[in-house]
Nanobody, 117 residues
């Protein structure tokens, strides 16, 4: 079992920056890839960025060059971050932290990000 808790969402102006964090606790040693997803109103949840245990990353085309995913460990907690720069109104969504363990996905509760023009 893994518990994921996101933080850092909020309101940001067009062109601004925001940093999301996700704290993973529990059976953290079994965590494989970790990802950020987002879901805008009326749209399907989409993958934003993914990071492997070795640190390899991949991004959705819509956020490449603007968002950076990172991962670190401290005190038996895995922290997943998403640095979001040059934000656009189309980045407005609920952002979810995801951890993949063996054959199961674990999800956080989500954090709202609103980009105002």
């Amino acid at each position: 079992q893994v518990q994921l808790v996101e933080s850092g969402g909020g309101l940001v102006l067009y062109g601004g920056s925001l940093r999301l964090s996700c704290a993973a606790s529990g059976n953290i040693f079994s965590i494989n890839t970790m990802s950020w997803y987002r879901q805008a109103p009326g749209k399907q949840r989409e993958l934003v960025a993914v990071i492997t245990p070795s640190g390899a990353t991949n991004y959705a085309d819509s956020v490449k060059g603007r968002f950076t995913i990172s991962r670190d460990n401290a005190n038996n907690i895995v922290y997943l971050h998403l640095q979001m720069n040059s934000q656009k109104p189309e980045d407005t969504a609920v952002y979810y932290c995801n951890a993949f363990i063996i054959t199961r996905d674990y999800w956080g509760q989500g954090t709202q990000v609103t980009v105002s023009s």
